[in-house]
Each structure stands twice: as C-alpha cells, then as structure tokens.
C-alpha cells in the first residue's frame, strides 16, 4: 500500500485552518488525517511535501 503525499499547499491551507478556528481536532477530522501527522506539519511549519 502505497503512502498518502499531501502537497505544501495542502499542508498549509490545513494548518492555518486550525489555528483560525482554533480546534485542529475539528479540522483533523474534516480532512481525515491522522492528528500527529498534521500536528508535526505544524510543528516544523509544514516545509516538507
């Protein structure tokens, strides 16, 4: 099974999202990803595709 690549975009558009509304639980769960996944995009800024 192949792994999910998202681009810097995407990324992006997903974190801001959540500190905008400021529940990136909600967000997670709206774009089915994986919370750690999108909070380590967070953590290094999302620099990585």
């Known amino acids: ?3 999910k690549r998202y681009d810097l ?3 992006k558009m ?3 999202k ?3 509304i400021g529940n990136m639980t909600a967000v997670v769960r709206q774009h089915e ?3 750690k996944m999108v ?3 967070e953590a290094t800024g ?3 595709s």
Do not use: I, S, T
Request: glycine residues 4%.
């Open 1 to 3: 099974m192949e792994r």
């Open 9 to 11: 975009n995407f990324k």
């Open 14 to 16: 997903v974190v801001a």
């Open 18 to 20: 959540g500190k905008e």
């Open 33 to 35: 990803l994986d919370p």
């Open 39 to 41: 909070l380590r995009w």
């Open 46 to 48: 999302a620099q990585r």
